[in-house]
């Protein structure tokens, strides 16, 4: 069984399946998952977009779903022959789903380890009572789990595998018609139907006050496979801005791309592996970010800028993100000593993310632990 319940654990969930599938024919897989996971031939009980929020209050308005998920999962793991569970982030339920597999004697992994030296620190006592073996994406996150006693290896993150675009930047370019001559900023709005509608209209309307000065930009939006079109083109109609949505990967978009704004999370990683300045932003609901505010112990919300422990990318949240702000930042990263500073520092944060090869070693890692130990 693997479990993941957002669309970069489902992009990572299907590179694991794919993997293990080609070293192991007789391996197969059922879960919750999205897309991705689907067509590598994951059996989903539930799909991922449903049980998908951040924050406590959004839960809320899911607990039914989700409590009814776990329920499900629970049951097959009762009743069906599963020899291995791997979980992907999605800590709340995982950590839930993990703990009663422990019970039953499965040996669970977690891949894409949830960032609990972050936040809610407790969680990772929680995490040394049901894991068998931690696979981290991040090369701070080894010695964390191992000082904690919890068994992991670190073998890079796979995002240096995988976000790679798949044609040259003129024919991306040519794809999403963009004229010649003309500088693009990219816009990565979220992979959750919440994330987007908090955070595009500040995106937007930064961008209309940003091409009133400055001229021969042009936008590209950036649709996750979780978002429906309809949601992106509602918002876009109301401003006076032309604005290209675009289902190209995020890789793809970046390569062509001279900065852009993003919600935090993934895809602020793969900014850095395309070497593209970023502005990162995020906001909650008013009462998560105050319950959740005294328990987060970082100082950034971006993981080029923990993991380089530095303010690579600008980083506003809450209600700092206003149009005028993201506007101004925009036009700070692109000017020369500012846009070549950031370029140079996220060299540094590529390097310590790993080597290529990254796909087959996790996969080896898996095979060895459920076969050889």
């Not at 989700?66 to 629970?74: E, G, N, V």
């Not at 972050?118 to 010695?143: G, H, Q, S």
Request: aromatic share 8%; glycine share 6%.
């Amino acid at each position: 069984m693997i479990i993941a319940g957002e669309a970069s654990g489902d992009l990572y969930g299907a590179m694991l399946v794919n993997s293990l599938k080609d070293k192991r024919h007789e391996i197969s897989f059922m879960g919750i998952g999205g897309p991705k996971m689907k067509d590598a031939g994951v059996a989903l009980f539930e799909r991922a977009e449903n049980l998908s929020v951040v924050g406590i209050v959004e839960v809320l308005s899911r607990l039914k779903v989700i409590f009814s998920a776990l329920s499900r999962a629970k049951k097959i793991l009762r009743t069906e022959k599963i020899d291995g569970l791997i979980l992907i982030d999605f800590p709340d339920f995982n950590f839930l789903l993990g703990r009663y597999a422990k019970k039953l004697g499965i040996r669970i992994f977690y891949f894409v380890v949830p960032q609990v030296w972050a936040w809610r620190r407790n969680r990772i006592k929680v995490l040394k009572n049901f894991v068998y073996k931690c696979v981290p994406v991040l090369p701070l996150e080894k010695k964390i789990l191992c000082d904690a006693g919890i068994n992991a290896e670190y073998a890079g993150h796979p995002l240096i595998d995988l976000s790679k675009p798949d044609s040259d930047s003129q024919r991306i370019k040519e794809r999403l018609n963009i004229p010649e001559g003309f500088k693009v900023i990219a816009l990565f709005p979220g992979s959750r139907e919440r994330e987007v509608k908090v955070h595009l209209p500040a995106m937007l309307n930064a961008c209309r006050r940003f091409a009133s000065t400055k001229k021969n930009y042009f936008f590209v939006l950036s649709m996750a496979p979780t978002i429906s079109r309809d949601i992106l083109e509602e918002e876009i109609q109301k401003v006076n801005l032309p604005v290209t949505i675009s289902a190209e990967s995020a890789a793809n978009i970046l390569s062509i791309s001279d900065a852009g704004i993003a919600v935090s999370g993934t895809v602020t990683l793969e900014g850095a592996l395309a070497r593209k300045p970023l502005i990162v932003i995020y906001r909650l609901s008013w009462l998560t970010y105050i319950i959740a505010k005294p328990f987060v112990k970082v100082k950034f919300i971006s993981l080029p800028n923990l993991i380089l422990d530095k303010m690579i990318y600008p980083e506003l949240v809450q209600e700092g993100i206003t149009p005028e702000s993201l506007s101004s930042e925009l036009v700070e990263i692109l000017k020369n000593d500012r846009y070549n500073s950031i370029v140079k520092d996220l060299d540094t944060v590529a390097q310590r993310l790993g080597d290529t090869g990254v796909v087959n070693r996790i996969s080896e890692i898996f095979i060895n632990s459920m076969v050889t130990e």
